[in-house]
């Protein structure tokens, strides 16, 4: 089978060096020391979107909690505490995340300093009777309609102003983003991506399904509290763990919430990254498995992804990263509309991909092409000759192609057409 590229050799996507400055996670009861004033306790405000929620029984919706001045100046460390009026009906953790444990309703609200943030309603219905979230962003374009897709851009970082308006102006087709500007817990708005969109440029939300990394917000909480799923750490990427991704819990507390926030900002789809978890988790953590019986239940995840957006919103889209080989399992190609293949002709950087897989993960790409769906290439090159080259590939295999800095941090120019 064709083999996704050793993260020994490539850099994947979205490894967050933001200025040099690693992220940090501060897990709970290890807040880091800050000093406060009892004036400026005195007087923060405090914001916390969503403003109210509807959750089903045994499901979870993660809070965000803003900080400000007297001033408007966002205090960013100043450390934030949650609390439940009534536990036996919603619990909320360190992260912000909320579960909702029995039908009723009650409120949260976040303190800081010597504060507290206005009441957040939190009604929790029975299991199945919350709506899926509709899509109310106008889409541009038919619903679901890919053949318009020429030029393609991926940036995972470094937002110019922490906004997409440089996006905009590119003019790009279609743009990979994460979900938050900064990995974390801030998130793009549905007026962000929405004035994306009115450039015409559909809109892909970044995030990862095989695995979690140890600066995304739900991480703390998952580790605390559901500790069994993670597998291995990826040694190739220290602070990255492999999971249980065929686990109902990562369904429920992981991926179903990052699909509603995508659908709920307007993103057009979504980006899977990891798939290729399946075939690189510690088999001997699971040994009740098989590469083969991973693969199925990876295909099985993606396939669900794609179910649930596309039944919220019938032209939701769905782009898993590299491992085109699990188009020979049964599902997969019926539940995605494109793939994302990294490095198929320059490996960062400048190199040419000459190893056996290189000519596997092709063919493998061009029979995903043949069966209509979008190939989104990436590579990795800064000399002008191995862009151009890559850009002619993409016009004769018919992809569409992005030759990116390999940081994902900056806006480069599309390939001519």
């Not at 959750?55 to 400000?68: H, K, M, N, P, S």
């Not at 460390?77 to 439940?84: L, T």
């Not at 009026?85 to 919603?90: A, I, Q």
């Not at 992260?95 to 009441?119: D, Q, V, W, Y």
Request: charged share 25%; net charge neutral; aromatic share 10%.
């Amino acid at each position: 089978m064709g083999r996704r590229i050793s993260p020994k050799v490539i850099r994947r996507y979205r490894r967050r060096v933001l200025l040099g400055v690693l992220p940090v996670l501060v897990l709970p009861g290890c807040a880091v020391p800050r000093h406060h004033s009892a004036a400026s306790a005195a007087t923060i405000t405090i914001t916390v979107s969503p403003s109210s929620v509807l959750l089903d029984q045994g499901t979870v919706e993660t809070f965000i909690a803003r900080v400000w001045d007297a001033h408007g100046r966002q205090l960013t460390d100043m450390p934030v505490y949650w609390r439940s009026l009534d536990e036996r009906m919603v619990t909320i953790n360190s992260s912000g995340t909320a579960t909702g444990l029995a039908p009723g309703e009650t409120r949260i609200f976040a303190e800081a300093g010597s504060r507290r943030s206005p009441e957040i309603p939190v009604q929790v219905l029975p299991p199945g009777q919350v709506p899926r979230p509709v899509q109310s962003v106008a889409r541009g374009a038919a619903p679901g309609s890919i053949t318009g897709l020429t030029s393609a851009v991926v940036q995972l970082q470094n937002y110019q102003d922490d906004r997409l308006d440089a996006l905009a102006r590119a003019g790009f087709s279609l743009a990979v983003i994460d979900l938050a500007r900064d990995a974390g817990s801030s998130y793009f708005t549905a007026e962000e991506i929405s004035r994306l969109k009115r450039s015409g440029t559909k809109v892909l939300a970044y995030f990862e399904i095989g695995s979690i990394e140890n600066f995304r917000p739900d991480f703390a909480s998952l580790r605390k509290n559901d500790g069994d799923l993670f597998l291995n750490e990826w040694p190739s990427w220290p602070g990255e763990y492999f999971v249980r991704y065929w686990d109902p819990r990562w369904w429920s507390l992981v991926i179903k919430p990052r699909i509603d926030r995508a659908l709920s900002a307007g993103f057009d789809g979504v980006f899977l990254d990891t798939p290729l978890a399946y075939e690189d988790l510690d088999l001997s953590l699971v040994p009740d498995q098989t590469r083969v019986s991973l693969a199925r239940k990876m295909v099985g995840l993606i396939a669900r992804i794609s179910r649930y957006g596309k039944a919220a919103d019938p032209g939701f889209l769905v782009f898993p990263n590299n491992s085109p080989e699990l188009q020979h399992y049964p599902g997969y190609t019926e539940a995605i509309d494109g793939i994302g293949m990294e490095s198929m002709f320059f490996m960062p950087t400048d190199v040419p991909c000459a190893y056996p897989w290189c000519k596997t993960n092709l063919d493998d790409a061009r029979a995903l092409r043949k069966a209509g769906k979008v190939v989104l290439a990436i590579d990795y090159a800064d000399k002008p000759q191995n862009v151009a080259a890559a850009c002619r590939r993409y016009r004769e295999e018919h992809f569409i192609g992005y030759v990116a800095p390999e940081a994902l941090n900056t806006i480069r120019p599309a390939c001519p057409e």
